[in-house]
T-cell receptor, first 113, second 115 residues
């Protein structure tokens, strides 16, 4: 069964600085999708970024970028120029065709003013 | 963009009563919806997958007679917690596959408290 691991239960970053959240996963599939979701205090799940495993190029969405290492099964999220509004729980998630999401345990990010 | 509306956002009920939570796709047709449960400071756990016009598929360990799921239309799925007990208190979230952006959209969640 697929598993997703986030080894950092909590992280903090100074406003305007850069932080990287780690995620590793285990799968025997070759085609799959990886996601980072943000859950602020409102509890609304918000898609931050998505990566297709067949794409070598790392996905980027404004201040958010990923470092996708397929061989290492690693999918880290980098947040640049951190803002107070970035404070939230961040969940790494995996999905392959025909299968449901598998979420990691989450990383709570605090942004210090 | 795709919007999934979940209602109510919070509900308090007495033990032994039933509670219905609705999840609607507002601007797209959702043939498949998912129901998750999230305990405090924990991740999302998939409870069941509902497909329009057919029976829901429940994950192992989820009581299908307790958590009734109905997906009678392409825009509405409901989760009914029957004979609720305090241990059913949790945060419930629905999501739907969104073909427009090839992703999943989540509802805003429902906080259920059983007293």
């Amino acid at each position: 069964a697929q598993t997703v691991t986030q080894s950092q239960p909590e992280m903090s970053v100074q406003e305007a600085e850069t932080v990287t959240l780690s995620c590793t996963y285990d799968t025997s599939e070759s085609d799959y999708y990886l996601f980072w979701y943000k859950q602020p205090p409102s509890r609304q799940m918000i898609l931050v970024i998505r990566q297709e495993a067949y794409k070598q190029q790392n996905a980027t969405e404004n201040r958010f970028s990923v470092n996708f290492q397929k061989a290492a099964k690693s999918f880290s999220l980098k947040i640049s120029d951190s803002q107070l509004g970035d404070a939230a729980m961040y969940f790494c998630a995996y999905r392959s065709d025909g299968q449901n999401f598998v979420f990691g345990p989450g990383t709570r990010l605090s942004v210090l003013p | 963009g795709a919007v999934v509306s979940q209602h109510p956002s919070w509900v308090i009920c007495k033990s032994g009563t039933s509670v219905k939570i609705e999840c609607r796709s507002l601007d797209f047709q959702a043939t498949t919806m998912f129901w998750y449960r999230q305990f405090p400071k924990q991740s999302l756990m998939l409870m069941a997958t509902s497909n329009e016009g057919s029976k829901a598929t429940y994950e192992q360990g989820v009581e299908k007679d307790k958590f009734l799921i109905n997906h009678a239309s392409l825009t509405l799925s409901t989760l009914t917690v029957t004979s609720a007990h305090p241990e059913d208190s949790s945060f419930y979230i629905c999501s739907a596959w969104t073909p427009l952006n090839y992703g999943y959209t989540f509802g805003s969640g429902t906080r259920l408290t059983v007293v």
